[in-house]
């Protein structure tokens, strides 16, 4: 059973930093993309950042490309989401994501965690 397990969560000041964290289990690397997708109060939900499952290539959206970078821990099964420089309009629950590709919508979604920037 394919399941995704989020964690690293947290308040943190603006100007901080995070790393999440995403186990994956149930499939193999070559099947799924792994994406972030965050939901603020309010707001729509957002594809923040991918890793392809195809060349390991990794896409962000123009609000979080140069700040957050997303990476694979191959012997951990984990995706990592790095943010860096994080705003006060960051703040939202955070969603790790497994599909087909980076531009195709996901088909298995991890439990959320939360993500606070505030001073």
């Known amino acids: 059973q394919v399941q995704l397990v989020e964690s690293g969560g947290g308040l943190v000041q603006p100007g901080g930093s995070l790393r999440l964290s995403c186990v994956v289990s149930?499939?193999?690397?070559?099947?799924?993309?792994i994406g972030w997708v965050r939901q603020a109060p309010g707001k729509e939900r957002e594809g923040v950042a991918c890793?392809?499952?195809?060349?390991?290539?990794?896409y962000y959206t123009d609000s979080t490309k140069g700040r957050f970078t997303t990476s694979r821990d191959f012997a951990q099964n984990t995706v990592d989401l790095q943010m860096h420089s994080l705003k006060p309009e960051d703040t939202a629950v955070y969603y790790c994501?497994?599909?087909?590709?980076?531009?195709?919508?996901?088909?298995?979604w991890g439990q959320g965690t939360q993500v606070t920037v505030s001073s």
């Open positions: 994501a497994a599909g087909p590709g980076c531009h195709f919508d996901y088909e298995y």
């Open positions: 149930g499939f193999t690397w070559d099947d799924y993309a």
């Open positions: 890793i392809s499952n195809r060349d390991d290539g990794t």
